[in-house]
């Protein structure tokens, strides 16, 4: 009799055990689903870029906060890293921190994102020094590149530039928990 109870204590172990693996794993690879889509710095005018740990464990993630100095005009382009998963890319995230100097409010500061060459978002700030803009817009297919260009009317000896930041910019897509799918993998 205290045979069979040890085999059935080891059973109920190992049971315990696989179910705890079998967690940790649907856990993590629904974080790598479901985590944005950062970009990369590939071309134009290089941004500073500073990161930083947003959230808590297990589900802190690190965000980068990108800046220029924006004399009259500021192209940079961005291409998307693919991760793992291949579910649908829906919308653009972050938000932009512009500041222009004192005395220059009445400068209009202009914005726009494209998406492969596609017109997502553009606008037209003037009359304030500090402006926060999201920059949550909508994506339409799987963007290569992302295109941020900004410029005002200032760039001469009382206004000579503006700050342009962009936080925690990466591309937002639902889950997709099929990593038994081939096209789940990268490359």
């Not at 924006?70 to 998307?80: E, N």
């Not at 649908?88 to 202009?110: M, N």
Request: aromatic share 10%; proline share 6%.
């Amino acid at each position: 009799m205290e045979h069979a109870s040890k085999r059935g204590e080891f059973w109920g172990v190992g049971a315990l055990g696989l179910l705890a693996c079998t967690v940790f794993l649907a856990i993590n690879l629904g974080s790598c689903t479901t985590t944005p889509l950062p970009l990369e710095h590939s071309d134009g005018a290089s941004p500073l870029v500073e990161s930083r740990t947003v959230g808590s464990r297990p589900a802190a993630r690190t965000v980068d906060h990108h800046l220029w100095d924006v004399r009259k005009r500021l192209t940079s382009s961005f291409t998307v890293e693919q991760l793992f998963g291949d579910g649908e890319i829906t919308r653009l995230l972050g938000h932009f921190d512009i500041s222009v100097p004192p005395g220059c409010a009445d400068r209009t500061v202009h914005w726009e994102i494209t998406a492969d060459g596609e017109r997502i978002g553009q606008g037209r700030l003037r009359w304030l020094r500090k402006y926060e803009v999201p920059t949550e817009l909508p994506v339409h297919g799987a963007p290569a590149t992302i295109t941020v260009t900004a410029w005002w009317n200032g760039g001469t000896g009382t206004c000579p530039s503006f700050a342009l930041g962009w936080d925690d910019a990466g591309l937002d897509r639902e889950a997709d928990f099929n990593f038994l799918d081939p096209d789940f993998y990268p490359g």
